[in-house]
Structure formats: structure tokens, C-alpha cells
């Protein structure tokens, strides 16, 4: 067998470093096809510097500074977070605004998905029962309530795609009425209303909590159904009516028949695909990210805005060192703006917190070549694609709160892959797309999540956990073009139901995490 020839790969012609990408890496003396000799052994995804580089020297990837050398770096060393000083974080004064006036995307027509149509106008790609929750006191009623409809119930709802419990940590022992409070309470009514869901809404309550259902699902938070809005259905544990743990049970049974009899008669037909609303993130990142995966994901991303459809991009953290970029795309100065907003108000709230945006790399993130938080955000910003960004939520804000229809939005999230999903949940997502270099198993009972490799050595180790392996472009077997139309292609597919992800598959499904920067009590 032959040893593959040793592969580097730059971003841009002004960068004096590289990333080797050779499985396992290269060791120490190893000739590059560009004539540079390896000075150390270099792992995979970890840079090489492609020059000399003097001490306090720029440090340059994506045609960006992402550190400045503690001390010379010889040409062909290997180049680590050990070895730069992190630049500061860009000022949000002076940014460019809607300054970049890209060439206008050329429509993407006939393409259709079978998805599920709601009153609201909104789309489902599955059809599942949703029971929210006020309190994190009735998690194991409900869980064990669940496992009973699915087993005893599900069956004679053959259209009816799954039942899934809407359990968090919120809901008692918060400062309910504190600055912040606003976000999980919010971001909980919104999932309640996600477009999977069907517009069904049930809860189940223990009674004492201060997150009432009242105040979680107050009155016009339903869309009308037949000129009136539905009442809220609510089981309460604390109940008079309710003895002994089974009585709790029969009646979160008996209140689900009702939603699952309505659901059942849904039936899928053709949409649009301007109907779907991708959530896009990344977790487990290493330096393949931004060379294969998010690249991908970006030309999905262009296709979809084409087509019609909804792409959110996240992770705060994530695009702050880019944040340039940002303002600089956005389709007006309002949204320029209120992207600022967000930026500055999650600079104040790290730094409450003695933390800035360097606390978001991982260990992984650096075993898999990323330096620094200002080299992940330039791989990271990718996955939104060349598009004008038209508009920009808050944490746990749904589209229609700010009246997006459609387009590429910035949905201001954390970076914690939990969090950030949860939150694409209340925005509105009804597919969620994730890319991961490191490997993780994440996935969401609420909605299909197409996972993608960013190196072929992960898509062949975890081949039933990985739907699209994006390594083939740095394997030279592959476009990122056509990667991005497989992964277009895909999402119609699993939108109609005709394909599941491996998460679907196995089941596998991290719990609801709401963001809370409020105080707890």
C-alpha cells in the first residue's frame, strides 16, 4: 500500500501558515510538494508555518491576524496556541455597515419537500406530540408518562411521528421577574409553538411554580384556529383530583388522545422549499471546519437563501472576532446595528463574569489545530455563505416576532451546542444541520439533525453517526460545490420523511438546555 504524498492546505495566498492534512500527521523532515521541510512533526489539522515568522510577527489564516508570535518561528515548525499571543477583540465602534453589496443570488425555483402545513403559516418536517412543561419538579412524571404513550398509545396513530417530553431546568427557585428572566420563559413558549409540533399545545404542571402555565402560554400567545383561539390544556399534578402516582399518569394519557387524534389526521403534501428553516452550527470543531464542513454548509446555505428558505447562523462567541464581516453584510443598517446590540450586550454578560471569548475553545478545539477563539470564529462564520444577512434575533425570539419571512438571519445564541439548539428550536427551526470535526453524538428529539464529518477519518470511525462525510474535499475526491448540493439535497430528503438521520436512527437526543442569565434564588 502507498503512503499517501504529504498534503498541506493554505485559505489564502497572504497566509504564512498551513494546515497538514494527512491522517495522523507528518513527522519531522518531510518535504512538502511546495519544497518547505517539516522543522517539527506536525499533527493532522495543525498548522505550519509556510515562513519565518519574527518574534511578535503576524500570524496569518483566512487572510486574518489570528495571533502574534511569542518568539521566532522558523519556517516549517509547527505552530500552536502555545506559541501566539491572541489579538484583542475588534472594537464595535467604526464597523463597516452594509457596506458589501453582493451580486444578487439568482432564484433557485422547483424545488419541493412533503412537509406538514400549520394555521400559522409555518411548515413541519415531522409530526410530534410536544408536552411542555412549567417546572423541572415534573420531569420524571412526564418521562414516565411518555414511555407509556409511545408504547400503549403510539401505535394507533400510525401518522404520528413521535411523543416527545419538553422537560428543562426552569421554572421555580428563579428570579422570575429579574432582568434577563425574560429569555427561558420566552424561548420555552416558542418551542411550545415550533412548526413540528403541529400547533398542538399540551402542558403539564405541578402547581405551586412560579413559571404558571398562564404566564408561560398566556392568552394570544395560540394562532386563531376557526375564528378562536384554543384553550390552554393543562394537567397539574397538585390537583385534588389526582391520587396516587398513577392517577397523574392516566391523565396526561387521557389529554394526550385528544392532540393525538388531530395530529393523526395531518397528512404530508408538496411545499416549497422556501418553507424549510435550517438551523446551522458546529461543535466539536477542529481547523478541518472551516476548510471542508462549514464551507459545505455556506454553499447550502447560499442554495437555500436562493430557494426561498430560512438559514439561521449562531454562536456569539463564534463570529465575534468577525464581527466586521458581519456588519459589513448586512442587508441595512438596522440590522447591522442590531447585530452590534447583541454583541455588545454578550461582552457585558462574559465580562460579569470575569470571562472574555476566549473561554469558548475546548481541549478538543486545540487537539484538533485551532489555536484560539479568533481562528475558530473565521472557520465558524463560513457556514452563513455569501448572502446578505436580513435580519437578527435575540435569545429565544421566534421569526415571526420580528416578522422574518424568510432569508439569512443571525440568531444571537451561545455557543454551548445545547443551548444554541435550543434556541434555533424557539426561533422557529424545523431542520437543523451540525458539523463536527472532534465527533459528537448531539442530536434533538424535535427535529432532524443532519450531522457532517469535517474529515474522513471521523465519517469511517463513526459511519452510522455521521450523515455527510465533507473530508472528502480535503481528500481531493470532492467539490465543496458538491458537497453543498448533496447536503441540499439531503435536507429535501429528510424534510419529507423519506430519508432518516443516524440521530433519528438511534434515538439519540440532548435534552432541552434553557439559557438563563438571571439570578437563580
Known sequence: MSTPAPLSISMHPADNVAIIANDGGLPAGTLLPSGLVLVDKVPQAHKVALADIPEGGEVRRYNVVIGYALKPIPAGSWVHERLLQMPEARSLEGLPIATVKPPELLPLEGYTFEGYRNADGTVGTRNILAITTTVQCVAGVLDFAVSRIKAELLPRYPNVDDVVGLEHSYGCGVAIDAVGAEIPQRTLRNISHNPNFGGEVMVVSLGCEKLQPERL???????????????????????????????????????????????????????????????????????????????????????????????????????????DQLTARASTSEVAEAMIEEMAWYDAYLDKGKVDRSANTTPGNKKGGLSNIVEKAMGSIIKSGTAPITGVLSPGQRLSDRGIASGLVYAATPASDFICGTLQLAAGMNLHVFTTGRGTPYGLAQVPVIKVATRSDLARRWHDLMDVNAGRIADGEATIEEIGWEMFRLMLDVASGRKKTWAEQWKLHNALVLFNPAPVT
Open 217 to 323: 402560554l398566556p392568552p394570544g400567545s395560540f394562532p386563531i384556529v376557526d375564528e378562536r383561539e384554543p384553550e390552554l390544556d393543562v394537567v397539574c399534578l397538585q390537583d385534588e383530583a389526582h391520587v396516587g402516582f398513577m392517577s397523574m399518569i392516566d391523565s396526561i394519557m387521557e389529554r394526550a388522545k385528544t392532540h393525538l387524534e388531530r395530529l393523526n389526521a395531518r397528512r404530508r403534501e408538496t411545499v416549497p422549499a422556501s418553507a424549510l428553516v435550517v438551523g446551522v452550527q458546529c461543535g466539536g470543531s477542529d481547523a478541518f471546519s472551516g476548510v471542508t464542513a462549514n464551507p459545505a454548509v455556506g454553499f447550502c446555505t447560499d442554495l437555500l437563501v436562493r430557494a426561498g428558505a430560512t438559514v439561521m447562523f449562531s454562536e456569539v462567541t463564534e463570529v465575534r472576532d468577525g464581527i
